[in-house]
């Protein structure tokens, strides 16, 4: 019942800059952390940004001050603007919605819902 759907991946040279969206069914964003999570082959999936349930928003190291996560909760979308590319951003991104009780977290394992993923390519 629940979808989440990525869109807005690409190719860019570095520097570029990609605006991530995840549209969303059967989950109302307001109520759920919400994440972006990245992964490249052969690494571990790992958190990139995310928002509370309490609405406080959290960048990972990596990217801070080049990613912005932001939620518009009337259409229940959720967004990733990337700034200033690098190639080590090159990864699947994906989208995911928390479980119920959880308020704060980048552990993938508290995530229960999942989009399909939308490939980002940052070339030198």
Known sequence: QVRLVESG???????????????ASGVTFSTRCMGWFRQAPGK??????????????????SVKG???ISADNTKNTLYLQMNSLKPEDTAMYYCAAGYEYVLSTFRPA?????????QVTVAS
């Open 110 to 118: 508290d995530y229960l819902h999942w989009g399909q993923g939308t």
């Open 9 to 23: 991946g690409g190719s860019v040279q570095a520097g570029g800059s990609l605006r991530l969206s995840c549209s």
């Open 44 to 61: 571990e999936r790992e958190g990139v940004a995310r928002i509370d349930r309490d609405g406080t928003t959290s960048h990972a190291d």
């Open 66 to 68: 080049r990613f912005t």
